[in-house]
């Protein structure tokens, strides 16, 4: 019987000791994991108040305005050839052209050549590049809607400010990934194009959503 007993209480503080590592290693895990996530967050920050990244994040406004102020003069014949066309380099060479957007298509190329300096940046996965500029755009899209209309807070408002702000971080990577050689003109380089037609088009069908959506709930 004490036999038993001793094996019994051997038992039972082996499966203790065993609970209590399995304890202990959950919380270091638990906590790695959180102090990992705290990095993370302080590298996000450290890149989102650097002047590269304000810097290019400026320069990304100024040519999504004004790619947005050439379109809206397109009718939707004008504007449905221009998404046809979005992979003829040729037409969308022309596009720059009848936007004016050269100078601004320089512009962000410099900035995007010093964010990709930054360490900081690219130390970032994509994944947490596409969380910083989705934050971003955000707070820009809420400016925009306030100048574009007046807001009410419903669920199309909600929608809409959504959709602003995916199509803007969607450009914005877009405009980082260009990879065009120097030796070609800005102009050539149909990457810019691409990334503001795409710009353009998405906030068309998040316009196009909001009118539906508000048509169906009066």
């Given at each position: 019987?004490?036999?038993?007993?001793?094996?019994?209480?051997?038992?039972?503080?082996?499966?203790?000791?065993?609970?209590?590592m399995?304890?202990?290693?959950?919380?270091?895990?638990?906590?790695?994991?959180?102090?990992?996530?705290?990095t993370?967050?302080?590298?996000?920050?450290?890149?989102?108040?650097?002047?590269?990244?304000?810097?290019?994040?400026?320069?990304?406004?100024?040519?999504?305005?004004?790619?947005?102020?050439?379109t809206?003069?397109?009718?939707?014949?004008?504007?449905?050839?221009?998404?046809?066309?979005?992979?003829?380099?040729?037409?969308?060479?022309?596009?720059?052209?009848?936007?004016?957007?050269?100078?601004e298509?320089?512009?962000?190329?410099?900035?995007?050549?010093?964010?990709l300096?930054?360490?900081?940046?690219?130390?970032?996965?994509?994944?947490?590049?596409?969380?910083?500029?989705?934050?971003?755009?955000?707070?820009?899209?809420?400016?925009?809607?306030?100048?574009?209309?007046?807001?009410?807070?419903?669920?199309?408002?909600?929608?809409?400010?959504?959709?602003?702000?995916?199509?803007?971080?969607?450009?914005?990577?877009?405009?980082?990934?260009?990879?065009?050689?120097?030796?070609?003109?800005?102009?050539?380089?149909?990457?810019?194009?691409?990334?503001?037609?795409?710009?353009?088009?998405d906030?068309?069908?998040?316009?196009?959503?909001?009118?539906?959506?508000?048509?169906?709930?009066?």
């Amino acid at each position: 019987m004490n036999l038993n007993f001793k094996k019994k209480v051997l038992c039972f503080g082996a499966i203790i000791f065993i609970a209590g590592m399995s304890v202990v290693i959950s919380s270091c895990s638990s906590d790695e994991d959180g102090s990992d996530n705290r990095t993370k967050n302080a590298l996000m920050d450290s890149v989102a108040e650097s002047d590269e990244f304000i810097d290019f994040v400026d320069m990304s406004e100024v040519l999504s305005k004004k790619t947005l102020s050439y379109t809206s003069t397109l009718s939707q014949e004008e504007f449905d050839e221009l998404v046809y066309n979005l992979n003829n380099d040729d037409y969308m060479e022309e596009f720059v052209t009848k936007a004016n957007i050269k100078n601004e298509i320089s512009a962000i190329t410099k900035a995007k050549e010093k964010l990709l300096n930054n360490t900081d940046f690219l130390n970032l996965n994509e994944t947490e590049r596409t969380k910083l500029f989705l934050e971003t755009a955000k707070r820009n899209s809420s400016i925009m809607l306030k100048t574009r209309s007046e807001m009410t807070s419903n669920e199309c408002d909600q929608r809409r400010a959504q959709d602003y702000s995916w199509a803007r971080a969607q450009a914005d990577i877009a405009l980082i990934g260009c990879t065009c050689l120097w030796e070609i003109p800005i102009a050539a380089c149909a990457c810019y194009a691409l990334a503001m037609a795409n710009y353009a088009n998405d906030i068309r069908l998040a316009d196009r959503a909001y009118e539906d959506c508000m048509r169906s709930i009066h």
